[in-house]
């Protein structure tokens, strides 16, 4: 799906496909595209994708857990050339800080506080017959009779 055909899409459909909104998308593709012209400025060659089908491939990459195999194909690009723009997008989001987590120090900072939570996952042994080789003979026996 191109990002024309994407932006096509009603609120709702474009949260379904996306899994952000679409003012999270203009935000994301503003802070890309401010990246973009200053990682431009210095040269190099112009990019295959716009900024909006860098976005959404890096969407499609975290929301449906797709490979970079099936992302270079769905846009017409190499593997490594996925790699790599999924990866920019990624750090140029974290960098820019609107969408990065908070730390540990965070956390531990908040108000907020932490419930623990224990799960007894302790590994029972399995019930079962002790093997004899009476036992196995008297099979055998039914079998044949």
């Not at 900024?51 to 990459?61: D, F, K, R, V």
């Not at 846009?75 to 990065?100: C, N, Q, R």
């Amino acid at each position: 799906m191109n990002c024309d055909q994407l932006l096509r899409l009603s609120d709702d459909q474009f949260r379904r496909s996306t899994g952000v909104l679409r003012t999270t998308f203009a935000k994301m593709e503003a802070i890309l595209s401010q990246a973009q012209k200053i990682k431009k400025s210095k040269g190099g060659r112009p990019n295959k994708l716009s900024i909006g089908q860098q976005l959404i491939m890096s969407l499609m990459y975290w929301r449906e857990y797709r490979t970079y195999m099936h992302c270079s194909l769905s846009f017409g690009v190499s593997e490594s050339s996925a790699y790599k723009t999924i990866k920019w997008v990624e750090d140029t989001l974290i960098k820019e800080g609107s969408f990065s987590l908070p730390g540990k120090k965070a956390l531990y900072a908040s108000d907020a506080p932490i419930e623990v939570i224990l799960v007894d996952a302790t590994e029972t042994p399995i019930e079962r017959p002790k093997k004899s080789r009476e036992n196995i003979i008297l099979e055998r026996r039914k079998d044949i009779l």
